[in-house]
């Protein structure tokens, strides 16, 4: 038996039915599932955790495209799938545009529902794990004293002891002890690491 995905499926529509059927479908497969009768009712208890969204694009209180704008101005890049009728394409076009993976139009294959909720929830989970990455690596960045970030700013940009010594008026010496804390308090094993967690950050 395959292990499930963690995240959740959120699903929001405000057809009981459909959502209750869509419920029915993704639990059967071990998936978590949270139904949502409206986009506010959605957004009022939404903190964050990982998952995907099943979208209705057209709903009579805030439509699809309102809440996904909703989501990015709260900073949230949650996968949403939109599901859209004949008439709703064009909507569901412009959902895409502005960063939705998929959308499926109505009336559509189970398996291929499944398949596209998977993805969300890989995707997902990868999300969560590089959030949790950076959040941990700006924590780390945050110990380090002013003299340690520039340090560091500098051997990034691939400049050798004997130029940052130069640059910031120290002594080579004084440079590598500098450099031997940022590698310690970074948890940087090497180099290319310690690049790596500059490009989280954007340093």
């Known amino acids: 038996m395959k292990t499930p995905p963690d995240g959740t499926v959120f699903i929001v529509d405000d057809d009981d039915d459909f959502r209750d059927s869509m419920q029915w479908l993704l639990e059967a497969e071990g998936l978590s599932v949270t139904g949502f009768a409206s986009a506010s009712a959605f957004i009022e208890t939404y903190d964050g955790q990982p998952g995907c969204m099943l979208l209705d694009v057209r709903m009579p ?62 995707q997902a989970g990868e999300q969560h794990r590089q959030n949790l990455l950076r959040n941990e690596t700006r924590s780390r960045y945050a110990s380090l004293s002013r003299r340690e ?55």
């Open 149 to 203: 970030k520039e340090v560091m700013a500098l051997v990034v940009a691939g400049r050798a002891n004997r130029e940052i010594a130069e640059d910031l008026g120290i002594s080579p010496k004084t440079v590598e002890v500098h450099r031997s804390r940022v590698m310690g308090k970074m948890q940087a094993g090497s180099l290319p690491q310690l690049v790596n967690m500059a490009g989280l950050l954007a340093v």
């Open 61 to 122: 209180d805030i439509n699809g495209l309102a809440l996904q704008q909703m989501l990015l101005d709260k900073g949230f890049s949650l996968p949403i799938i939109v599901i859209s009728g004949h008439g709703d394409i064009p909507m569901a076009v412009t959902a895409i545009k502005s960063g939705a993976m998929d959308f499926i139009e109505k009336p559509f294959d189970d398996a291929v529902l499944l398949h596209r909720v998977n993805l969300g929830l890989k």
